[in-house]
């Protein structure tokens, strides 16, 4: 896409050697952390195979290490996160784009800034100490309440769990998805949205079928980003979802995520079980990169379709 | 209530000053050291900074003790007293011994004691690989420094606000059978026989009692574990081991023998995991009916949640106390834990003690260090018979009683001092420490 810029022959150079430094410097470090990941990885995976991804049961210390629960609690806490957060984020982008006036606008925008500058620490204690009372005295009765204490909302009303996790989760990467669905939302050119009003179609239309499919491949790009954040958060996730590596039976079921159990059990590490969460990195890693590449698939499927 | 519980402290203190005073006394007869703080200009402890780090058991004891130790030996040797130690990391048991060999730190602590092997099993065979004489046991020794109880902490608010005056008792069945998953309720039968005194009862006129029901609320039990390893786990599984044998078991039925990490795994799908001591505590303070073990300072230094009475091994129902504790561990002072030649220690595990009075959920906690300095290099930031003679005489003044010594800085943080059995274990290890195999010479 961008062009070649060809360099003028001598003043350039060092020029030349500083960008290409730069960019071989990168490279290395990425080549050397996977392999150090690896590395550590490889006594477990050598130890444990296929069982690792496949076992159901996991333990610090002498193990049994099957990271399954951990996987499916990891996926299952950003899809809830998602679920929320996509789509009051893209119409939290489309209210501070054309709903809201101009001289709130900017405080409203700032302020969503500034919430994707919280520490996310700070969100784990408001999980902690304000959500889990409201969970278990109000919204995991109503929810059960719905479905007669049936599947998805059975068990018991511990607060803890998957979908407090995936609460806490949607409102730390709401900031992210506003704030770059409304830049890329901003640049859709008006002409397209006069064209639609003029047309006869109502304003609703006109954001749903005209707005937000011509800015589609950013915001699959903001959603990327926000399930990035949300696939390897750490301390947030550990300190409410209830360290208990299980396969869900509920969303109320207490659960660990890959990142949540590398936080909560590195400390304590010794030999197997180092190498066994090392083993965890590299399925997040593989899991993150796989989340990114498939945002980049629908991307440029979204481009070829606009061209 | 804080000066209440101050005023129980002072009591306390006093009466425990003068058992251990006696202690001290009792030890003569056997004790090499005395915790001497005098240090020459020739020692250079002013500038040396060991580090220290390891079970998050340790750590209200530490980072009391080591402030403590240094003004202490300052008012012995002015300005030749060490005066740059930093504070102790609480990086949890396993990684204090991984620090202590891979000589990150000049002491590593640990709730178990290094080597220790359950059911066949070494629980450091991943270390201690005996390639080299840091990754080999019998180069190291082994110093009991605090003992703590592991209190059974409960959120009950209700229950609390009408039943304060009778803590709910647990029994070793009872423990098992939730963590087990096999008690799942509050008002089960087996804890509403244990509790006789948490009653409904309903009066006739003449005020004769014609019926009582159980008032334990009808609440699910919600189990809090370690999520990380951790001696903790160790004691509080050796205890279920102990008492309850197979009955302890995984789901699949196999009998659970102690470990640092809980039960394999295998816990009820109700149950939560809390990372360290606070963790556990905190998962217990937002979940009303939630039940977590921890270690007894966190119960008493926040003192927000009442700690269950556990029943011991007389049938007599105790809670968790510094007189109650040090029964429990004076129950073993005919087996006294000790290091032979290999560096194992046996006979550690104090759970479950048969005499009258005893908390049975308690154990030692043990600092780790190299036996001989002379050709190691530099361990946790220090080197040499310097280095060791600064780390020795802390250790040394750690397990001392009496009003300046480490054991008072050990109580008023929530720990019981060391039995006078055990003071003397703890003194012979730090006299067996060497310098290019002669003696440190310590008093």
């Not at chain 2, 300005?79 to 740059?84: F, K, L, T, V």
């Not at chain 2, 036996?371 to 530099?378: P, R, V």
């Given at each position: 896409m961008a062009e070649r810029i060809r360099l003028s022959a001598t003043s350039d150079r060092p020029y030349k050697f500083l960008l290409r430094g730069a960019a071989l410097f990168f490279g290395a470090v990425i080549i050397l952390f996977v392999w150090s990941v690896l590395h550590t990885a490889w006594p477990a995976i050598r130890a444990f195979g296929f069982h690792l991804v496949t076992g159901k049961t996991w333990a610090a210390g002498n193990g049994p290490f099957g990271a399954l629960p951990l996987i499916v609690d990891t996926l299952l806490t950003t899809l809830i996160a998602l679920v929320i957060a996509v789509p009051i984020g893209l119409a939290s982008a489309l209210a501070l784009l054309y709903l809201i006036p101009q001289r709130i606008r900017n405080t409203a925008s700032s302020l969503i800034e500034l919430l994707a500058a919280v520490p996310s620490v700070v969100y784990g204690l408001w999980g902690l100490w304000f959500l889990i009372p409201w969970f278990t005295k109000t919204l995991e009765p109503f929810l059960a309440g719905i479905t007669g204490g049936g599947w998805p909302f059975n068990g018991a009303h511990e607060g803890f769990g998957v979908l407090l996790a995936g609460v806490v989760l949607a409102v730390m990467i709401l900031p992210t998805i506003v704030a770059i669905s409304r830049d890329v939302i901003s640049v859709v050119p008006s002409e397209l949205i006069e064209g639609g009003l003029s047309l006869g179609a109502t304003r609703s239309q006109v954001y749903t079928r005209v707005v937000l499919p011509s800015a589609r491949t950013g915001i699959f790009g903001a959603i990327a980003l926000g399930a990035g954040r949300a696939l390897g958060e750490t301390i947030a996730v550990a300190m409410v979802i209830g360290s208990n590596p299980q396969l869900p039976h509920s969303l109320f079921s207490s659960g660990a995520t890959l990142a949540s159990t590398i936080a909560t059990e590195f400390g304590e590490a010794t030999g197997s079980t180092t190498s066994a969460l090392a083993a965890l990195a590299l399925m997040l890693m593989i899991i993150t990169a796989s989340v990114n590449a498939g945002a980049r698939v629908l991307t440029n499927r979204a481009l070829k379709g606009n061209s | 209530m804080k000066t209440n519980l101050r005023v129980k402290l002072g009591v306390i203190v006093a009466t425990l000053g003068l058992v251990s005073a006696m202690a001290v006394v009792d030890a003569g007869a056997s004790a090499t050291l005395n915790g001497d703080l005098t240090f020459a200009a020739a020692d250079g402890a002013a500038s040396l900074n060991p580090a220290m780090g390891g079970s998050s058991f340790d750590e209200p004891f530490f980072n009391s003790a080591i402030p403590t130790f240094m003004s202490e030996a300052a008012r012995v040797?002015?300005?030749?007293?060490?005066?740059?130690i930093s504070l102790y990391s609480p990086t949890g048991s396993s990684a204090g011994k991984k620090g202590v060999i891979a000589g990150t730190y000049a002491v590593g602590a640990s709730d178990v004691p290094m080597g220790t092997v359950v059911n066949g099993v070494n629980l450091d065979a991943s270390s201690l690989t005996n390639a080299n004489a840091a990754t080999t046991l019998s180069s190291y020794t082994q110093v009991p420094v605090v003992l703590g109880g592991v209190g059974m902490m409960y959120n009950l608010p209700s229950l609390t606000k009408k039943f304060g005056k009778y803590p709910v008792i647990l029994n070793s069945t009872v423990l098992a059978d939730i963590y087990d998953g096999v008690t799942t309720k509050w008002n089960s039968a087996a804890i509403c026989k244990l509790n006789p005194k948490i009653v409904n009862v309903k009066k006739n006129k003449k005020g004769k009692v014609i019926h009582s029901t159980c008032a334990m609320p009808n609440l699910p039990i919600v189990p809090v574990y370690r999520a990380d390893g951790s001696g903790t786990t160790f004691i509080f599984m050796d205890y279920l081991n102990q008492t309850q044998g197979a009955n302890f078991k995984t789901p699949a039925g196999a009998e659970v023998y102690p470990g640092t990490s809980f039960n394999q795994g295998q816990v009820p799908t109700t149950a939560l995991g809390g990372q360290k001591n606070a963790g556990v505590a905190a998962d217990v303070e937002q979940t009303v009916g939630g039940v977590g073990y921890v270690e007894y300072s966190y119960i008493l230094l926040q003192h927000t949640l009442p700690a269950a009475r556990i029943v011991n091994a007389k049938h007599q129902i105790e809670s968790l106390s510094e007189t109650s504790v040090a029964a429990d561990a004076a129950a073993f002072s005919s087996t006294p834990p000790k290091e032979n030649a290999n560096g194992q220690v046996s006979s550690f595990s104090i759970v479950n003690g048969t005499g009258s009075g005893d908390y049975p959920i308690a154990g030692y906690s043990w600092a780790i260090l190299r036996?001989?300095?002379?050709?190691?290099?530099?361990v946790g930031g220090v080197s040499g018979l310097n280095g060791e003679k600064l780390v020795a005489k802390f250790l040394d003044w750690c397990v001392q009683g009496g009003t300046n010594g480490g054991q008072h800085v050990a109580m008023e943080q929530g720990y019981v001092p060391l039995p006078s059995y055990v003071t003397t274990l703890a003194e012979q290890q730090v006299a067996s420490l060497t310098y290019n195999n002669q003696s440190l010479g310590l008093n």
């Open positions: - | 040797s002015g300005s030749n007293a060490p005066s740059a036996s001989d300095w002379n050709g190691i290099g530099t």
